[in-house]
């Protein structure tokens, strides 16, 4: 995954965010809405041939995510993002993830 940076942060910084606290939150997330067990959410998951995971829950994992750490993400801004630097396993989006809420990540 390459680091394309932009212009504007994504929110401000929240570099205490711990990626353990950030990995906890998003495989229960995952979980729940997958209906599957979170033991099957391991960091190596293939996000869309093991987990089966959709662009529209990946959408409804940031809205849910922007309200537990205050931080926006624009959607539009977040695709193009995602196409130019796609992420493959739960691991990456996890890591993404977190970047993004500590502010190290610019979607522009």
Do not use: C, W
């Amino acid at each position: 995954m390459s680091d394309e940076s932009g212009s504007m942060p994504v929110g401000g910084p929240m570099t205490a965010v711990e990626r353990t606290q950030v990995s906890a939150q998003v495989k229960r997330f995952l979980a729940d809405e997958l209906e599957r067990d979170i033991g099957e959410m391991r960091d190596d998951a293939h996000l869309f041939d093991d987990l089966g995971l959709d662009s529209l829950l990946f959408l409804a994992l940031f809205e849910e995510l922007q309200g537990e750490y205050d931080v926006t993400v624009d959607t539009r801004k977040l695709a193009r993002f995602a196409r130019r630097n796609p992420v493959q396993t739960l691991g990456e989006l996890i890591d993404l993830i977190t970047r993004i809420i500590r502010g190290e990540v610019l979607l522009d």
